[in-house]
């Protein structure tokens, strides 16, 4: 049954690349408005015009960059800001051409430019720009408003040389026509299926599926062998209990070299080689969502990554936390068990044993482990001082010192351990109360670090444009890692003022 969930798991990540390859890239589209003083009056009014009407109706699925231009381009954050333009100055139309061509190779999107295809202030000469432009993967387009017959020469040659299209236009009616179906024919070029893309998409996450794969066998061969050694051992235990058998199938793996025991987050889930599997199909189905919100694939890859390590570690964390939690409101009443059995005449393993076997506690479970570490011959003290340890118990701790003292110097033991119980309880009393006065700074503090990635996920299912730099521009994606970085800074100093130590 173990092997048929696993077989079925590896089946997800298999048919995970399927999901992912069939994702389509965000797509931008670069747009140039010549503002120049060449374009002054009803040519500019007119451009300006088709331009809005054609941006407002653009795909919602495309991301626009518009920019207007003189002598070097100036982008523009909304289309409403078009109408501010009044036209005026030199034009640098060879010089904005090629960075608007830059632009766009970054974003991989086509470049649509609108113009009267005069040039009066460039550095770049037409022989330079067309030799430049060879060189790079960008489709160029122009919509050209009563060009010269030389201008419309170079335009023409520009738009042929890069795989583009240019449009003439000498009334002003015709422009919205003209640069429909310019886009209209860019979104068929970029529409088209790549193989190239969803190809390599499914080689990737392939071969990320199969190294999970393979790390899963071979600590699956490891956890066999490990088990063999078990079964000797449990020969020797003073008595095998159903509790017992989760914590020996659970052999390290490779969740839990990283992690640590990872059972008590999901107890149902019996075997780590089953949690493995597990996990990396969460990575690999977090990873086709955000794929699916349009983020590139090695950014969702690592995102996914990063956040399913993260979420086990702070799993596995608050599990821990919650068993010591447990472990430490049980552990008084326990010692009074304990000691009410060395009052009726018992010996203090006999009252150990007495207790141990008869609970189903995380203390029982804690000190049946003990008993069984003493009869293979280790010193009780040890055995458990082991136990505070496992459990970071400073109380324990000092119950084992209490009780290596009354070895060496006598005393009634009974009475020691009463006296534990009672000094224990008045600590959980005064530590229960400090997290009650820190509750209100605990909260704030889960609230203030959640703020930032919930709004960032929120402009990124409503407004993506808006942080679009974050993986577009080389100094958004720096900002994005020193956020991460001042947030986990943020979080650490926040814990250290609200986690107050009784």
Not at 312 to 319: C, K, S, V
Not at 379 to 394: I, Y
């Amino acid at each position: 049954m173990r092997l048929l969930r696993l077989v079925i798991a590896c089946a997800i990540l298999a048919l995970a690349p399927l999901n992912l390859a069939s994702a389509v890239e965000r797509e931008y589209l670069v747009i140039g408005v010549d503002v120049s003083g060449s374009m002054r009056g009803d040519a500019l009014k007119s451009t300006i015009s088709a331009a809005e009407k054609i941006i407002r109706d653009l795909n919602s699925e495309r991301v626009l960059e518009l920019y207007v231009f003189t002598r070097e381009p100036i982008k523009l954050d909304d289309v409403k800001y078009l109408e501010t333009q009044t036209g005026g100055g030199y034009t640098a139309l060879y010089d904005s051409i090629w960075t608007l061509t830059l632009r766009a190779a970054e974003l991989s999107a086509p470049l649509i430019i609108l113009t009267d295809g005069q040039d009066s202030r460039s550095s770049l000469s037409e022989n330079e720009l067309t030799e430049l432009l060879s060189g790079v993967l960008v489709n160029i387009n122009f919509i050209s408003y009563n060009p010269l017959p030389e201008d419309r020469a170079v335009l023409d040659e520009i738009a042929r040389l890069t795989g583009g299209k240019s449009v003439g236009v000498t009334e002003s009616i015709k422009l919205i026509e003209a640069l429909t179906q310019v886009v209209a024919e860019v979104d068929i070029k970029q529409n088209s299926p790549s193989r190239t893309v969803p190809v390599l998409i499914a080689t990737v996450v392939s071969v990320i599926a199969l190294t999970g794969l393979q790390l899963i066998t071979g600590w699956r061969r490891r956890e066999g062998r490990i088990d063999k050694w078990t079964e000797i051992l449990d020969q020797y235990e003073v008595k095998s209990t159903p509790d017992q058998a989760p914590q020996n199938a659970n052999t390290p793996t490779f969740i839990t070299k990283l992690f640590g025991d990872t059972s008590m987050i999901a107890p149902g889930i019996k075997g780590n080689v089953e949690r493995e599997a597990i996990f990396f199909a969460s990575v690999i189905a977090l990873s086709g969502v955000l794929v699916w919100f349009r983020l590139p694939l090695i950014f969702a890859l690592t995102l996914s990554l990063l956040s399913a390590i993260i979420s086990l570690r702070l799993l596995a964390e608050r599990a821990r936390r919650k068993l010591r939690r447990h472990f430490e409101n049980e552990l008084p009443s326990s010692l009074r068990l304990i000691a009410s059995s060395l009052a009726a005449g018992l010996s203090f393993l006999q009252a150990l044993d007495s207790f141990s076997a008869d609970g189903n506690s995380q203390v029982a479970r804690e000190f049946r482990r003990a008993l069984s570490e003493i009869q293979m011959g280790s010193p009780v003290e040890k055995a458990l001082g082991d136990v505070a340890d496992r459990m970071q118990s400073e109380d324990l701790k000092w119950v084992v010192f209490a009780f290596s003292i009354q070895r060496e110097v006598g005393g009634g033991l009974a009475k020691i351990l009463q006296t534990s119980a009672e000094t224990i309880d008045n600590r959980s009393s005064l530590r229960q109360e400090i997290r009650t006065l820190s509750t209100e700074g605990r909260i704030s503090s889960y609230i203030l670090m959640l703020l930032p990635p919930g709004i960032f996920l929120f402009l990124l299912a409503t407004k993506r444009e808006f942080i679009s730099l974050f993986w577009v521009e080389s100094i958004g994606q720096g900002l994005l890692v020193l956020v991460i970085m001042l947030m986990g800074l943020a979080w650490i100093w926040i814990r250290r003022l609200v986690n107050l130590a009784a």
